[in-house]
């Protein structure tokens, strides 16, 4: 998420880095929140997979293992493609000439205050970079798990598993929770500003998402390895 360095807000970056306003500090407390369920939602997970640490990692891919393996991308793994998130604001902000002011991870969510003056261009890539980030690394571990042939299936059906969640989550997920209320996609999609750039995210995106749950709804991990 990109956070409005004048008001503490989610959207556009005058500069300045202000006070955060009621909105912000309600909006954090929620997404604390959150976190910390989805935190303990991760520590049960951990613990599911130390007490069957040698059943999990074995030769076989039971339809629990598969289970635990969806667990693991949205608890354990999720942390790591956030930050990743987050890093990319912070590289479209500084290829843009501004500086970072406050880079926030909250380990299930975060953001970033860019300081400078921006074009509306730049205000879109900056919003779109970390997306950008999170879904080529989710299809990294995607195509990682459908490459590594050799590796043994409960590793594959991780890196798959986490692969496609990471991917939904950045291209529809994400997408539907902010859309409206806050974040990246209210400047991605903001017409006014970057109608060209955004039309062409819209086709890029929405063939993007009509191809991941084409895929997701005729095929399953059991049956890639196989």
Same mark, same amino acid.
């Given at each position: 998420c990109v956070r409005d360095a004048g008001s503490g807000a989610p959207g556009h970056y005058p500069g300045g880095v202000g006070e955060p306003n009621a909105w912000s500090r309600v909006s954090d407390t929620f997404f604390d929140a959150v976190g910390v369920i989805y935190g303990l939602a991760g520590v049960v997970t951990l613990a599911q997979l130390v007490k069957g640490w040698r059943s999990f990692w074995g030769d076989g891919l039971t339809r629990a293992d598969e289970l635990l393996a969806w667990r693991i991308a949205f608890f354990v793994a999720h942390p790591f493609f956030v930050l990743l998130h987050e890093l990319g604001h912070v590289a479209a902000v500084l290829q843009s000439g501004g500086h970072v002011a406050m880079l926030s991870w909250r380990v299930y969510w975060g953001f970033v205050v860019p300081v400078g003056e921006f074009t509306p261009l730049q205000?879109?890539?900056?919003?779109?970079?970390?997306?950008?980030?999170?879904?080529?690394?989710g299809a990294l571990f995607f195509a990682g798990g459908l490459a590594a042939m050799r590796l !043994?299936?409960?590793? !594959?059906?991780v890196l798959l598993v986490v692969g496609f969640a990471e991917m939904l989550f950045t291209l529809v997920g994400y997408p539907l929770i902010s859309l409206g209320l806050f974040g990246d996609w209210d400047v991605i999609y903001d017409f006014s500003q970057t109608?060209?750039?955004?039309?062409?995210?819209?086709v890029a995106h929405g063939g993007l998402v009509v191809a991941l749950l084409?895929?997701? !709804?005729?095929?399953?991990?059991?049956k890639i390895l196989a």
């Open positions: 205000d879109w890539w900056i919003a779109l970079a970390g997306n950008v980030a999170s879904l080529l690394a !043994r299936q409960p590793v !594959r059906a109608p060209v750039a955004s039309a062409a995210t819209a084409a895929w997701g !709804r005729n095929q399953s991990v059991g």
